[in-house]
């Protein structure tokens, strides 16, 4: 088989087994987010949190419920990275300094995983294990829950409550995210990730050197970073790290693990309206975004066009030969088409236009399939945009599943989608005009503004993976990145949830016959359309600065 | 006693968090730590370590190097792909060696540069661009291994084949009737890779002069578009750990390495086979050699005789 051919296969496989598996989690998700019954140790978490699980909250009171426990996270991460040198399996290292500390616990908190920081030399196992990796499973949870809210919204009639926030974050966590994760962890350890908690241990190396090798709770952390659609890598070199990823099939099983949820949340969707095919509508907007985008990526790098791959003759760069150039493009792919953020490869060194697409990806607002679920709340809101256009043409009040799009509706919807295209174009040109700012890029010319408008195209969309050569290990950019994150996570939740308060209280419209039916390949192009086309209106001049430049010569 | 309502919700935060911690934090690390004590995990979970007679040589899953204390090419062992680890600044965790981290696995790290990265800043505290760190890797190669080390864009004396070409400009950014043209990563007094250029005589670069306002040529040249020496061996892996090099890397290797131990090369050649791994299940990957293992192996079987 040549390589080609075996990157289409493994690209195709892929979408076999995310289709095998898409009813029954899909399925499975549903029941746990619509299960009236709570388990025993649940019913125990609950007292000792100190809620009433039965008693459902306001879009107000959700939020409410969010913010304060985002916030609680980022400063108990905090405070745990500026005393890990008095905690065990520290490994000696020092406290992280203030402003890093501040972008790490804002990052993992937002489901971002930006790491400013190199794993092995900067964070112990405790922290590793007990702090970030607590967040993995706690932030993707809350998106998840903000996902179904939205979902909520939708399919109650004449109601003012969304359910219980502590309720959907003790089972999104529990009951989804655990379990498969404990799986695919043991399955990782028997390809080779490593699960311990040694110190960096010093052995004699096969020509006579000395080789410190690094331990550490990977697999643990390495299946819930994919599972979650966090990205934060337990060593520097994430996911293309041996001991993360060691094998092709481990690569992937991770690719495989990062993809699963968001696509399968379409089907949990489907069944809460009360409509499967509207969820397949809304699958296949992601589906048929993520096939060319995936496609794209992997022809770009094959055909590996630039001056240094045409010297190499491949775009070998920043690949491991265990997975190649097209395992390789297909994780970049995928990793940016969610919120992940982890890399097998380094983008920075890509082919323009092969890098180019990650970012590509990430400006589309990661909606196909997106974080575990934020991609669903950000491709609903997209269609809730689309339905309004089509309204405009027509001159006919705009519905969605039943419910009006009325002015309240579509200012919620228009908000929601300007936040991350404010925050990264004004941080991007904020850090172009700042000493500091300029001071980051690794790259000279256009490959070093797209290093930088990579890095607020990534944290604005809460995604973490980067052009890595730019420096930002900074005061400067911990805080400029660490706001990003936080702004491009927060607002968006919270117009999300006004938008599923304000659906809520609706009572339904009848279904008529001048009602734009949302199910039909008609309505899949128009979404896939406008959401093609709201990013290529707000983005193609700063690619063209970019990598279109770069790319294009 | 009644709280206020914030109060109350943050309150509530902070345990939940707590019990997350427990829970996720501690319980699910350490059950995933118990069941990879089974025989059949333990070994990856440990770290994929390769014992020889009771001592650790390393893990096979964590690339070495094989060069000497001056990072020449030790000429009896399979050499790995290039490697952009960087030192470690923990205490009782550094390089081994600071003037060559490669493969250093505190500090797992790509280069990040780009696909135009070009230009080498010349002089005492310079740097190699990619390109010249591609050229000259093709050609140290090249060399050791007694074939052809050129590739397109490199200059034979194994840099970068750049040209910065100045004059006006057409609308295009092209420089179309050039006054002055520099081989930008060739220092004084190098012979510059071109005579001339459209009819202007090429200079070599002077370190220190600032060349930006020149535009950047690179010059393919005539060299094959492929190249004897594989694209693994002259560019850098994304963990810089890698333990693997291609099938073609390993035996173009196979004739030194054969000869410096002092074995046919046939047996040589059978310890790569043994060392290559195929496609997983046919389609997930590429072909590998473990450089880790293939260099036991031989050190095992065919120990150099001092």
Partial sequence: MNGTLAGVVFFGSLVLALAVVYRPLGDYMYRVYTDPGHWRIERLLYRLVGVRPDAEQTWGAYARSVLAFSAISILLLYAFQRVQQYLPLNLGFDPVKPDQAWNTAVSFVTNTNWQSYAGEQTMGHLVQM???????????????????????????????????????????????????????????????????????????TVAGGTQHLTGGPVASQEAIKELGTNGGGFYNANSAHPFENPTPWTNWLEIFLLLMIPFALTRTFGRIVGQLRQGYAIAAVMGILAVVSISLTMTFQLMHQGTVPEAVGAATEGT???FGVANSAVFAASTTLTSTGAVNSFHDSYTALGGMMPLVNMMLGEVAPGGVGAGLYGMLILAVITVFVAGLMVGRTPEYLGKKIGSREIKYASLYFLVTPALVLAGTAVAMATESGRAAMLNSGPHGLSEVLYAFTSASNNNGSAFAG????????????????VLGRFLPIILVLGLAGSLARQGGTHVSAGTLPTHRPQFVGMVTGVTVILVALTFLPALALGPLAEGLH | MLMPTWIRNHLAALRALLVFTVLLGLLYPLAVMAVAQLPGLRGGAGGSKIESGGKVVGSRLIGQSFTGPDGTPLPQYFQSRPSATIDSPVKGQEAPNPDDTSYNPTGSAASNLGPEDVLDTLGDDGSQSLLTQVCARSKAIGELEGVDGSRPYCTPDGVGAVLKVFGPRGTDGRVTRPTRVVSANQACPAVPFLATYEGVRVECARPGEDLAAGATVPVRGGAPADPRVP??????????????????????????????????VERVLQAIDANRRGRDLGFMGEPRVNVVQLNHELDTRFPVRK
């Fill in chain 1, 470 to 485: 730019v420096t930002v290990n900074t005061v400067w950019y911990d805080t400029a990145l660490g706001l990003c994150m």
């Fill in chain 1, 320 to 322: 491991e030969a265990r």
């Fill in chain 1, 130 to 204: 007990a702090g970030l990796a607590v967040q993995n499973f706690v932030s993707a949870a809350v998106g998840m829950a903000i996902a179904i809210v939205l979902v909520r919204g939708f399919a109650r009639r004449g109601s003012g409550h969304l359910g219980n926030f502590w309720v959907d974050l003790v089972r999104g966590a529990l009951r989804i995210l655990l379990p498969i994760a404990f799986v695919g962890a043991l399955v990782l350890v028997a390809g080779g990730v490593v699960q311990n908690l040694a110190s960096p241990d010093t052995v004699g």
């Fill in chain 2, 231 to 264: 694209a693994d061996a002259v560019t850098a892996s994304g963990s810089g750990l890698d333990p693997h090099i291609s099938p073609a890397y390993a035996r173009l290797q196979a004739a030194r390495v054969a000869r410096t131990r002092g074995v046919p």
